[in-house]
């Protein structure tokens, strides 16, 4: 009877630590996912950061976002739609 009780809480304790490691290691695949995300995203800003002091890419995000157009240049808007 004692035998059976030891054998049944070994086989408990293996269950337990088995549906733990798997959870840790869901979680340490999802960490590492999101730091993927996070380099991913370091990277792209340390790129934008480098631009920040270029005149060029300085002036390409000004006619992008705010439609700078230099003296003597015209502004063409398209409405989307083709010729036929």
């Not at 809480?9 to 798997?22: K, S």
């Not at 003597?72 to 010729?83: L, R």
């Amino acid at each position: 009877m004692v035998i059976a009780i030891g054998v049944c809480l070994t086989i408990a304790l293996f269950i337990t630590r088995g549906v733990e490691i798997r959870h840790l290691r869901r979680e340490l695949y999802e960490i590492r996912r999101a730091q993927e995300s996070a380099l991913v995203e370091q990277t792209d800003l340390r790129e934008r950061l480098s631009e920040k002091d270029d005149p060029t890419a300085i002036e390409e995000q000004a006619r992008k976002r705010l439609g700078l157009v230099k003296p003597g240049e015209e502004k063409v808007i398209f409405d989307g739609e083709e010729s036929r």
